[in-house]
């Protein structure tokens, strides 16, 4: 990233001259994405770190000290943003394989109890009226708003989260006995 600002340039900069900045701004962003996407192998994840350090840049602009290397300062801020997104992604990305794990991790005793479970849960929603069977299905195996099972069923948004609350009501009291069998 060599220099292509001259001084006053960035003193007008450090003072907030809006112009200054769309100078830096033309002068590094190609390099700095550039820079960034080196390092962390995605040109759209480089080109939003590009955008975020030039934001901060214009935010802290006051903290600019314009007699030393701007260079050095913008590529030492893209070389920090690039490690911390690459730790940030390593950190995600180690979450997300461990808690696979733990989902593939289960027991034939567990697989047996979830299993149980759906069959209670099914059996006591087949046992509901027929509204409230059909709400609770709109809902958690469609997917539907309540706003919207009620204009699918010409009924108040009101009665969808009565009927929605006495369905789930039925079910958390029917787990609960299951799950005190077990103690």
Known sequence: MSNNIDI????????????????????????????????????????????DLFVNLWINHDSIDASK???????????????????HKYVHDTYLNSSQEIEYSSTSEEDLIAKELGLLIDDIVGKMSEQRKMIYTLSR????SNAEIAIQLNTTKRNVESQLSLALK????????FLLSFL
């Open 170 to 177: 039925e079910i958390r009291k029917a787990i609960s006995c």
């Open 69 to 87: 290397s701007f260079s050095s300062y913008l590529h030492t801020i893209a070389r920090n943003s690039a490690i911390n997104f690459l730790k």
């Open 8 to 51: 006053k340039t960035l003193e007008a900069f450090q003072d907030g001259n809006h112009k200054a900045f769309e100078t830096v701004f033309i002068a590094y962003y190609n390099k700095t994405k550039a820079f960034i996407d080196g390092y962390i192998k995605s040109e759209s994840d480089a080109e939003e770190l590009t955008e």
């Open 141 to 144: 195996q469609e997917g539907l």
